[in-house]
């Protein structure tokens, strides 16, 4: 509309200078919110309308599609006086398109669908509701599944299935962050079934369109990636973290960005049948990559043999992986003051040990400041990586270069190889300056065994040369848990016993899983606390040595003869 408006420009940290220029384009070039239909089917011709700014006579288009059209999520671009559009998405499928009717608000109007098909509408206005009598084609499963979100409606579909006899069969929503999808195992070709879809909150409006694919129960998948705003510096990386939500596909499926902005790359990650399903795709700009906010897409891809099937991968909130959003953005930041290397190519570690991670930080154009550096990786199932390894974050001084993490891979820890990377901040001009590394790999690998004591403390009296009693003697039980391929069996060595202390320290044979340790104070011992025990085991497989130890046992030594032995449970 006409009138006057104001806008403002600004840097992002709010900084400033000589070299901080910039350049606005302000046109009636075509911005696209919302589109309709959402899919077409290949081989025929499709009417797109969009609603947006700047479209004038652009609207509606026609889509063209081959007979060989790549199946699956598409993204296509409308021009102006060469200005292009925002990107639209648009699926691409192999079923009929059918429109709704108008008034198809209850069984007596509902719109006939034979199904398989792709059925079409928009819920026009608040508290709407489309209904559609379904005609099998062929006995058996379908599932129905309502499209919105993902290609800009702001529908909250809800849909209801019933039989003939207004007998409710199955509902979904989307309150849980993914589509509305039935599946019914049931259907048969001589009875008609009804299908409602409305909105969640009685919302309605042209922009409430819909898509419900009504198919053959087949296997699929969906991809989820987070954050939706990542932020990523000249010269540097950004992780995305992607889940993969398998309902019944499990062949490999490619994840990877596209359309990213000039300088900027994306790694590809495959998550095969037998790999978990999450993992990181990787952003990294070169020096000289292009400035600015731009849209950031990412696609999965799987192959059924004779073509290759695309699907549009899903954005979600930052922090909030089950809340979708519409889109995701990708801002490209200037160069950081300081520049971030891991010496390691690659870690390696194993359960129940510890290994290190040396990185260094390169200062630029003469800034000074303290960095601060942690670790981050990968975990399945939502984990976090403390979950897993005990590391603490490394901080350099300004005249410091080289850091190292020391990790301590807990006894549980999830074995195999797993990308991780390194984040640092600083504070530049009283801003926080983030950098991330460009990923490697943490290998862990199974320990063969663990030990550990029940006993976490144990006290022991000294006795008058020539008395009897049990106060002077006690046991350690030492329990082993073998893993995987070893059987073999376990010496034991006592560490930090103090002279005056006699200890009995057997094996653990093969046979067994567990032994006791026999303690005993002699006269000549001294009276003391504090005293720290630790029993390393050692096994030998497959021609290497491997060690584990127990945690620390607290021993007391007592000098009144009155006293008896007091033992508290550790906690296994």
């Known amino acids: 509309a006409e009138g006057d408006y104001l806008v403002a420009v600004r840097d992002y940290q709010y900084r400033g200078g000589g070299g901080f220029d910039y350049r606005m384009v302000v046109s009636e070039g075509p911005f696209v919110l919302n ?21 004038s006579d652009l609207s509606p288009v026609s889509l063209v599609l081959s007979e060989s059209a790549e199946l699956g999520r598409q993204t296509f671009w409308i021009g102006s006086e060469g200005i292009t559009s925002n990107a639209i998405r648009f699926e691409v499928s192999h079923l009929k398109n059918i429109f709704e009717t108008d008034q198809n608000n209850d069984r007596q109007s509902a719109t ?37 979100r993902e290609f800009g409606s702001p529908l909250d579909a809800v849909l209801t299935l019933f039989d003939q006899e207004g007998t409710r069969l199955a509902r979904s929503d989307d309150g849980g962050g993914s589509d509305a999808l039935i599946n019914y195992g049931a259907f048969k070709k001589d009875q008609r079934y009804y299908l409602e879809i409305r909105d969640l909150l009685g919302r309605g409006g042209s922009a409430y ?22 932020r990523l510096r000249l010269g540097s990386s950004v992780a995305i973290r992607c889940e993969l939500k398998r309902a019944g596909f499990q062949g490999p499926v490619a ?62 909130m930052a922090g909030k ?45 003469s800034w000074k400041g303290e960095v601060t550096a942690r670790l981050r990786g990968f975990v399945s199932g939502r984990r976090r990586l403390s979950d897993d390894i005990q590391v603490s974050e490394v901080t350099l001084g300004a005249d410091e270069q080289v850091g190292r993490f020391d990790l ?17 901040e600083a504070m530049v001009d009283g801003q926080t300056v983030t950098v991330e590394s460009m990923p490697f790999d943490l290998e862990i690998e199974q320990a063969p065994f663990t030990i550990l004591s029940t006993l976490k403390r144990v006290s022991l009296t000294r ?45 653990i044979e093969s046979s067994d899983s567990e032994i006791k340790i026999s303690l005993v104070a002699l006269s000549t011992v001294v009276p003391q606390e504090g005293i720290k025990l630790k029993v390393v085991g050692e096994g030998r497989a497959n021609g290497r040595n491997f060690t584990h130890q127990t945690g620390t046992i607290d021993l007391t030594v007592l000098g009144e003869p009155s006293l008896a032995v007091t033992e508290e449970k550790e906690n296994e």
């Open 463 to 507: 006795l008058p040369e020539g008395s009897e009693s049990l106060a002077n003697k006690s046991e350690l039980t030492i329990k082993a848990s073998r893993r995987g391929w070893f059987s073999g069996p376990i010496s034991l060595r006592l560490e930090g016993l103090p002279e005056g202390i006699e200890a009995t320290v057997p094996p």
């Open 112 to 148: 006939e669908v034979i199904v398989p098909a792709a059925i079409n509408g928009r819920i026009e206005t608040a508290s709407d509701v489309d209904v559609f009598e379904l005609l099998p084609a062929s006995e058996g499963a379908l599932q129905l599944k309502a499209l919105t």
């Open 255 to 316: 994840i990877e960005a596209f359309d990213l902005p000039a300088g900027v790359s994306s790694s590809r990650l495959i998550l095969g049948a037998g790999d978990p399903n999450e993992g990181f795709v990787f952003l990294t700009a070169k020096p000289d990559a292009e400035l600015g906010l731009s849209a950031l897409n990412l696609m999965s891809s799987h192959s059924t043999g004779s073509e290759m099937i695309v699907k549009a991968a899903r954005p979600a």
């Open 35 to 55: 589109s309709f239909p959402f899919g077409g089917q290949r081989g025929t011709d499709t009417d797109v309308d969009l609603l947006g700014f700047g479209l």
């Open 408 to 424: 301590r891979i807990k006894d549980n820890s999830e074995i195999g190889q797993r990308p991780v990377y390194i984040v640092m």
């Open 321 to 365: 992986p089950d809340t979708a959003v519409q889109a995701a953005y990708l801002t490209i930041l200037p160069k950081a003051p300081y520049d971030l290397s891991v010496l390691s190519l690659k870690a390696r570690g194993r359960q129940a040990a510890s290994a290190s991670v040396s990185f260094k930080v390169n200062r630029l154009r």
């Open 209 to 230: 369109g819909y898509r419900i694919t009504a198919d053959r129960s087949k296997p699929d998948y969906q991809v989820v990636f987070h954050p939706d705003v990542p």
